[in-house]
């Protein structure tokens, strides 16, 4: 179980879109893959899966490039779009998947129970809600049991409580596969994932093990402002002699700053800020100077 991509590059119409990328997934586990729009996220899911090709270098899937039938055996593949049939039931959609990878002796109802979807099993499945496709459409791309899950945005558009249930659902399976995950909601998805490989402008410029993620930035907390008072916190972060990391996208202000210095903000006094301890999506934000889904400071 292994996927190992060397020196990748992909061009299109002379703009290179991933620079060089170097990756080794080899254990179990949820690689979550990040990054604003246009890094290139999307183009490396897709030459994983076979989809695309690459300009220069190597993907292999258990030493087997992606367009090999022992490649496509080995991985499954959940898009962000909903390609459900509307006007077929539940069963039917499940019971087609069975035939086509040939797999016998499965109880789909029992099986539907694990994706809480039991009580739908004769139901159209243009009468499921949001989450209830979602969580068919996953069950129905984890029933082959490929050793190798790559989802693209598997949670989007979905509510709170919905993305929740579908990654403890992702978490279950990954106990025993790698699972390559791409995701908006930064936040709740480094909850739930082992390791990240984040992605900007068609490079690589972080990775490891999520609980190792807040080591590779020194600060280890955030202050937050607006344009209109930016001025001011700047000169009271300064007089109370706290060193700053500035960081500006839009009219959002993000000052980072050492844990040594969270005593002196105590004086900090300045309406219309916040003081936080530095999460995934900051760590994001330092990195590649844009807000994901999560950063409602600007996007919302």
């Given at each position: 179980m292994q996927v190992k991509i060397t020196n990748l590059k992909k061009s299109y119409n002379k703009h290179l879109v991933l620079k060089n990328i170097n990756m080794e997934l080899t254990k179990p586990g949820i690689y979550?893959?990040?990054g604003p729009n246009g890094s290139g996220k999307t183009t490396l899911l897709e030459i994983i899966i076979g989809l695309r090709k690459p300009?220069?270098?190597?993907?292999?899937?258990?030493?087997s490039t992606p367009d090999t039938l022992e490649s496509k055996r080995a991985i499954g593949f959940l898009s962000q779009q909903n390609s459900l049939r509307r006007s077929c039931y539940v069963?039917?959609?499940?019971?087609?998947?069975?035939?086509?990878?040939?797999?016998?002796?499965?109880?789909?109802?029992?099986?539907?129970?694990?994706?809480?979807?039991?009580e739908y099993y004769r139901y159209k499945t243009g009468k499921l809600s949001g989450g209830s496709r979602r969580r068919l459409l996953?069950?129905?791309?984890?029933?082959?049991?490929?050793?190798?899950?790559?989802l693209d945005e598997p949670v989007s558009g979905l509510d709170p409580f919905s993305r929740n249930e579908i990654w403890n659902m992702?978490?279950?399976?990954?106990?025993?596969?790698?699972v390559i995950v791409s995701d908006h909601y930064l936040n709740q998805a480094a909850q739930y994932s082992d390791y990240v490989y984040l992605l900007d402008s068609g490079n690589v410029v972080l990775h490891g093990g999520i609980k190792d993620v807040n080591s590779f930035l020194k600060k280890?907390?955030?202050?937050?402002?607006?344009?209109?008072?930016?001025?001011?916190?700047?000169?009271?972060?300064?007089?109370?002699?706290?060193e700053i990391d500035l960081k500006v996208s839009g009219t959002v202000y993000s000052y980072y700053i050492n844990e040594t210095?969270?005593?002196?903000?105590?004086?900090?006094d300045i309406k219309d800020c916040n003081l936080n301890s530095v999460d995934f999506e900051d760590i994001y934000f330092y990195y590649t100077g844009k807000y994901s889904h999560d950063g409602s400071e600007e996007n919302g």
């Open positions: 979550l893959i990040a300009t220069s270098g190597e993907v292999l899937i258990n030493n069963y039917e959609e499940l019971k087609l998947v069975s035939e086509i990878y040939s797999i016998k002796n499965v109880n789909l109802p029992e099986y539907l129970s694990k994706y809480n979807l039991d996953l069950a129905m791309t984890l029933l082959p049991m490929q050793e190798i899950i790559v992702i978490t279950e399976v990954s106990r025993d596969r790698i280890s907390l955030v202050v937050k402002g607006r344009k209109n008072n930016h001025e001011s916190i700047e000169n009271r972060l300064r007089y109370l002699g706290i210095d969270k005593q002196k903000l105590k004086d900090l």
